[in-house]
C-alpha cells in the first residue's frame, strides 16, 4: 500500500502560478503511474494529466495542455504539477492518485487508481 499527501495549493490571482506536488510513502513509488484529477463544487471528478511510473511518458487533457506539466522524481518519491497562467475556473480540489498495476489506456479514468490523497486547494481569485 502507498500513502499519498497532496501539498502546494493556496489562493493566487489569475495569471499566477503554483507547483502541487504529490509525495509517497510506503511502497516503492517508481512502480507507480501516477495521475492529476480535480473537482470543483457540483462537478464531477476531472482528469488533468498522468504520468508513467518512468516518467518517460506524459498524457494531458485537452483543457489544460500547455499550461500544465506533469513530472516526477523518483529518488524523491514525488511527482509535480506546474500550473502556469491560472484563471478562476482552475479554481478546485486536486488530487493526486496512483496505480500500481500496469499502464492503462483508460488513465483518465479514476477507476483505474487504486491510492488517492486528501487534495490540495487551488483557489485563483481574478
Known amino acids: 500500500q502507498v500513502q499519498l499527501v497532496e501539498s502546494g495549493g493556496g489562493l493566487v490571482q489569475a495569471g499566477g502560478s503554483l507547483r502541487l506536488s504529490c509525495t509517497a510513502s510506503?511502497?516503492?513509488?517508481?512502480?507507480?503511474?501516477v495521475g492529476w484529477f480535480r473537482q470543483a463544487p457540483g462537478k464531477e471528478r476531472e482528469f488533468i494529466a498522468a504520468?508513467?511510473?518512468?516518467?518517460?511518458?506524459?498524457y494531458y487533457a485537452s483543457s489544460v495542455k500547455g499550461r500544465f506539466t506533469i513530472s516526477r522524481d523518483n529518488a524523491k518519491n514525488t511527482v509535480y504539477l506546474q500550473i502556469n497562467s491560472l484563471t478562476p475556473e482552475d479554481t478546485a480540489v486536486y488530487y493526486c492518485?496512483?496505480?500500481?498495476?500496469?499502464?492503462?489506456?483508460?488513465?483518465?479514468?479514476?477507476?483505474?487508481?487504486?491510492?488517492w490523497g486528501q487534495g490540495t486547494q487551488v483557489t485563483v481569485s481574478s
Open positions: 492518485a496512483a496505480n500500481p498495476r500496469g499502464w492503462s489506456d483508460s488513465f483518465f479514468r479514476p477507476g483505474v487508481y487504486d491510492y
Open positions: 510506503g511502497r516503492t513509488f517508481s512502480n507507480y503511474h
Open positions: 504520468i508513467t511510473s518512468s516518467g518517460r511518458s506524459t
